[in-house]
């Protein structure tokens, strides 16, 4: 939301319909015609110490009227001592043309964000009729207290005060209504997903309901063993900290990392809570939205893992500033590193990729800044790094490196970027042409500290581009559209003690970045992105985007889902048949390409650090890091578990609960996609049972909590593996 001055020729038709609406009956113009409200805001105008504004909704939409004055200009000054800083405010809201809830305290805090993001104001001053119990309701979860009655001209008023750190203080998502929602829908997700995985077993009631514990709850369940737990339908204890901290033993979760596993509960619950409160998009309005928009609209992190979303190290002001969710535009801090202390790979120039990130201008500046210390430019390379990375571990745990300048500190780059999904890596919003920046941030998310290790980089470029060979050179794979995402260059700094100690960790995988391509130079005319995280979302009224993006496709639901399947699910069987190539490819490395509504093809990212060659064919040495030798039952997981169990049964039940398609149905159309690739290839038949009855049943959930800092070794990924027996193939149960 933004605010703009009003302009009574442009706006005087809205503006005397909203002040004259009865829901505006304490703005004091019921009954006003538009000469008066002319009038009135004209007076406005004229006036050097008061302001209107109209407030324009994230879409450009009008949606409120704002007013702020200096209160010892005004009728209150005679009636508290006027400070310094203080500046008074009114805020008015559009009568609303559909439900949706949580406008007028997204509004309140626009019009506060406003207000103190000029540092002169310190307080901000209200005075709303004393009648208007709904208003105070909010002006007190706003950060507000109110200091008594004063008679004004035309109302008894409520005099009420916020400051800038009490407005800072009043975390609006922290509320116990929000806080239900989120302790709802976790625990939901936690019965799902562990029964699932055959941690816990409900007991059926019949109907559809059933009980756990001292719970009771309504469910549906589908293939794959998967469930759907209606969160609105739980009654018993609400807490999922209890529900959790109650189950250790049965869960498994050693009790030396209990207080982290909860830590990472506690911090989904609070993303959850802040994601309700603060994005509004609905399925309607996101079947439109642009790529940026979607990714930033989405609240319900990983579909398997319960605790997905615990970002330890980051604090609520972090939180706001860098979450993906929050949408805010983030620009990388630039340091210089000496090469002899450092690596850089790519297939290209090294200059001539600096040029294009930061342009002509920019590099320039980096190198001046250089020479004015002093330092030969040429000694050193541009490394872009997270400002929470800078904050917290540059200046503290590498100030040795930086008072030496092995690593100098040059400024913040000029353009532009929104943290996507995995809150280290980057997309350009100023210049969407340039390449993401995937940064090191010592930041513990989902069983992970999310850093990058410069000489597991070292291979990244190399193993980036032979696999886009593969799938460039494949004509099955050209035909589907299937294309990845190359990460094309690498950067990181090995100069420092930790790197010399000899020692891999967490201190050597802190100060490295890396750029992947960027899908918008792809793209054709009419076509447009998303991420295929996006086909689970919900929004905050439970609708489903995938079943908006059928509707508004106008294809039946099978064609949509079948287009889907040739787009997605046959490139990966392919490339696990034709090249024992196996990806991670779920909702958040997938990139979907739409068309009318209809996904035509997909991008695959994250292939550094999520590829393997599961065969002993020759591989360029700088490849071989990528090679496992595992038995063709593990091949067949990277379908069954990465791709079945992981992505699609979550779909499934998302089209099945809503009406959309069957599960039959759904699995039926899986099936022929799998069995119309091995007609369309019988060269491949034998490589692998895809058909087979049954495969082991791969738990996510059991990693984390075995082991929460560390849930597998990257060396040896497959034999980290936690099986729960099996599960029967939904493609050959519905074939």
């Not at 829901?23 to 009038?39: C, H, I, K, N, Y």
């Not at 100030?399 to 913040?412: G, K, S």
């Amino acid at each position: 939301m933004r605010l703009i001055p009003l302009d009574l020729d442009r706006d005087l038709e809205l503006l005397h319909r909203w002040v004259t609406h009865p829901r505006s009956r304490f703005w004091g113009l019921q009954g006003a015609g538009p000469d008066r409200v002319r009038a009135e805001y004209q007076r406005i105008r004229d006036d050097p110490h008061h302001h209107a504004w109209l407030g324009l909704d994230d879409d450009g939409t009008p949606l409120f009227l704002a007013e702020t004055y200096e209160p010892a200009h005004s009728e209150l000054a005679g009636h508290y001592p006027v400070r310094p800083g203080d500046i008074g405010m009114h805020v008015l809201v559009a009568p609303p043309s559909r439900p949706r809830s949580g406008v007028t305290s997204a509004v309140l805090r626009a019009v506060l964000d406003f207000c103190f993001a000029d540092p002169r104001i310190d307080r901000v001053v209200v005075e709303p009729d004393v009648r208007n119990e709904a208003i105070a309701r909010k002006n007190a979860e706003a950060g507000f207290v109110e200091e008594g009655q004063v008679r004004l001209r035309d109302k008894v008023a409520r005099l009420s005060f916020c400051t800038r750190t009490g407005y800072e203080m009043s975390v609006p998502h922290l509320r116990p209504a929000v806080m239900a929602y989120a302790h709802r829908r976790l625990i939901a997700k936690a019965i799902a997903e562990f029964s699932h995985e055959r941690l816990l077993a409900p007991e059926d009631l019949g109907d559809g309901a059933y009980r756990l514990g001292a719970l009771t709850f309504r469910a549906r369940r589908f293939a794959l063993e998967h469930w759907v737990v209606d969160p609105d339908s739980l009654d018993g204890p609400l807490d999922a900290l209890d529900f959790i901290s109650g189950l250790r033993e049965t869960l498994g979760i050693p009790e030396r990392l209990l207080g982290t596993y909860l830590e990472e509960i506690a911090a989904t619950l609070a993303g959850t809570a802040w994601k309700a409160t603060h994005r509004r998009e609905t399925a309607a309005q996101l079947v439109h939205a642009d790529f940026p928009t979607i990714e930033t609209a989405m609240t319900e992190g990983h579909p398997g893992f319960v605790a997905n979303n615990g970002r330890i190290g980051f604090g609520l002001r972090d939180h706001e500033a860098y979450a993906p969710e929050a949408g805010r535009p983030v620009r990388l801090r630039w340091v210089a590193v000496r090469k002899d202390a450092s690596l850089f790979v790519t297939d290209g120039d090294e200059r001539a990729h600096y040029l294009a990130e930061l342009g002509a201008a920019g590099l320039e500046r980096h190198e001046r800044y250089l020479s004015s210390l002093g330092l030969a430019p040429d000694d050193y390379r541009y490394l872009p790094v997270h400002p929470w990375q800078w904050e917290h571990k540059l200046t503290v745990t590498f100030a040795a490196d930086v008072a030496r300048r092995a690593i100098v500190p040059l400024d913040e780059g000029t353009d532009r970027y929104r943290a996507q999904q995995s809150i280290r890596t980057f997309f350009n919003v100023d210049r969407p042409d340039r390449h993401y920046v995937k940064t090191a941030i010592a930041v513990q998310n989902m069983g992970f500290l999310r850093g990058l290790s410069p000489k597991y980089m070292r291979d990244t470029p190399p193993i980036n581009e032979w696999v886009a060979q593969v799938v460039g050179g494949d004509p099955e794979l050209r035909a589907c559209g299937f294309g990845v995402l190359r990460e094309v260059a690498a950067i990181g700094y090995t100069g420092d003690a930790y790197h010399r100690a000899g020692t891999a960790g967490a201190y050597t995988r802190m100060l490295a970045a890396l750029w992947r391509e960027s899908p918008v130079p792809l793209l054709a005319e009419g076509e447009r992105l998303a991420t295929m995280a996006s086909l689970l979302h919900r929004d905050r009224a439970g609708d489903a985007l995938v079943t908006a993006l059928i509707r508004e496709s106008g294809r039946e639901p099978a064609a949509w889902v079948a287009a889907y399947f040739r787009a997605y699910l046959r490139p990966i069987v392919h490339c696990l048949l034709a090249h024992d190539l196996a990806f991670m490819p779920h909702g958040e490395n997938l990139i979907l390409v739409l068309a009318d509504h209809v996904p035509s093809r997909v991008f695959l990212k994250d292939i550094g650090e999520e590829v393997a060659v599961l065969d002993d064919r020759p591989l360029p040495p700088r490849v071989e890091r990528i090679r496992a030798e595992v038995s063709d039952e593990i091949k067949e997981l990277a379908l069954f578990t990465d791709v079945f169990d992981g992505f699609l049964r979550h779909l499934a039940g998302i089209l099945a609960v809503d009406g959309v398609l069957a599960e039959r149905d759904f699995w039926t159309l899986a099936g022929d996609c799998v069995r119309g690739h091995a007609k369309d290839h019988p060269e491949l038949a034998g490589r692998l049972n895809l058909l087979r009855p049954t495969f082991r049943h791969s738990c996510l959930n059991r990693l984390q909590l075995r082991d929460t800092l560390q849930m597998v070794d990257l060396t040896d990924q497959a034999g980290s593996l936690i099986f729960a027996g099996e599960l029967e193939n939904p493609i050959a149960v519905f074939g």
